[in-house]
């Protein structure tokens, strides 16, 4: 979609405009305070309409030729944290920690490194899992390469064919040379959620029939 803007009685096109406020994180329409032109780069400062927020951001862009420009950078809000349901919070608290470090380095554009850490965040996820199924075999299952755990230890085929996935994708996160080159940190995202969404249905089914055994 493209904007259009005048500015100094030129009229410039935009490829974005800001819809999301990067303190309060709500769907805005943000009010255009500013404009900076210098050469090729423009930077306009946005004010968040929200009573509650208020808050000023800039958002820059770059053009090649004067009058279309792009997207280069925008102002780092406030940083969006993932709630976790009850069931994952009690089975792996280090993976929502882990995860949601992964997370911010990702708000903060550090691409190379959040798939390293969301990679990280599945392990201590799995095997957490795991040694909460079966405490004696905590020993083996820290100490196991995590493909191994999956492929030996999750019993439940959904879990294991997405936890599976996601081990191949956070592991080529960590290589020279990348294997799965089509798919990227959307898809292991994605493959992540997938899994804890699996546990996390596992554990309620769970609950609910100690809760409610069956009846003779
Ligand atoms: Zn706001």
Redesign the pocket.
């Known amino acids: 979609m493209e904007y259009r803007l005048k500015i100094k009685n030129e009229e410039i096109v935009l490829d974005s405009w800001p819809s999301e406020?990067p303190?309060?994180h709500?769907h805005?329409e943000p009010l255009l305070l500013f404009n900076d032109l210098d050469r090729q780069y423009l930077e306009l400062v946005f004010k968040?309409p929200?009573n509650y927020?208020n808050?000023l951001f800039i958002h820059r862009y770059r053009t090649h030729n004067d009058y279309s420009f792009f997207l280069d950078s925008t102002t780092i809000g406030s940083i969006k944290e993932v709630t976790f349901s009850e069931e994952i919070r009690s089975i792996s608290p280090s993976f929502t920690q882990i995860f949601n470090q992964a997370h911010f380095a990702e708000q903060h554009k550090l691409l190379e490194i959040c798939g390293v850490g969301y990679r990280k965040a599945l392990e201590f996820l799995i095997k957490d899992f795991l040694i909460k199924k079966d405490s004696s075999k905590a020993e083996v299952i820290k100490k196991k390469a995590l493909g191994k755990c999956i492929q030996e230890d999750v019993s439940d085929t959904k879990i294991k064919s997405a936890a599976q996935r996601a081990v191949w994708l956070g592991n080529d996160e960590t290589h020279y040379v990348k294997k799965w080159t089509e798919e990227n940190l959307e898809s292991l995202k994605k493959l992540i959620n997938l899994t804890y969404h699996w546990i996390e249905m596992e554990e309620l089914a769970k609950e609910f029939e100690e809760k409610m055994p069956n009846q003779k």
């Open positions: 406020c303190f309060c709500k805005i968040c929200s927020c808050r």
